[in-house]
């Protein structure tokens, strides 16, 4: 932990990490283990979720809160899906499975939510930093590692594929 405090300058975000890694730091390690089914690669996916947290520490108002939880399960699943695609390899793991384990369950209480669950990975991340948790653009892009231009594109194409499953399903009943 002693790598990521020094990452920080200010001491009250120095405790809010401290209690980010308290609380969720199993919790991450369980998600990353369960997509990626490897102890070494869920390390590594880990590690590097929490480097991310540190840098965005100034994000998270209250580390106990049910936003900061989110925060953090979103940042090990992308983390650990963003090793998968590295090393090229197919996420196999069901959605479910995952999500599950991150507590997205009690989320998952309407129709939107479902279908927003249901989405690629990188535009649930991308509508979830973006309309659930309320960072901007800029700060989803700087989150998930990506340009500011390739962040406003997927939140269009997500917010474009969402649409059209509503569309469809609006059709069908």
């Not at 890694?21 to 996916?45: H, P, S």
Request: net charge positive.
């Amino acid at each position: 932990m002693l790598i990521y405090l020094q990452m920080i300058q200010n001491i009250e975000e120095k405790i809010k990490f401290e209690t980010l890694y308290r609380q969720y730091g199993k919790l991450m390690f369980t998600i990353t283990l369960k997509i990626l089914k490897n102890v070494e690669d869920a390390e590594d996916a880990t590690h590097n979720a929490f480097v991310a947290i540190a840098r965005n520490i100034k994000s998270i108002n209250s580390p106990s809160s049910a936003e900061a939880k989110r925060y953090v399960t979103l940042a090990a699943e992308h983390h650990a899906v963003n090793l998968l695609k590295k090393r090229g390899i197919r996420n196999e793991v069901e959605l479910s499975e995952h999500l599950a384990a991150a507590g997205w369950e009690e989320m998952a209480s309407d129709d939107l939510t479902r279908h927003i669950l249901q989405l690629p990975e990188n535009y649930r991340t991308i509508i979830l930093l973006k309309y659930s948790q309320g960072y901007s653009t800029k700060e989803a892009a700087k989150i998930m590692g990506i340009t500011h231009r390739n962040a406003s594109q997927l939140d269009q194409r997500a917010k474009a594929k969402l649409k059209g499953i509503l569309t469809w399903e609006e059709t069908e009943t």
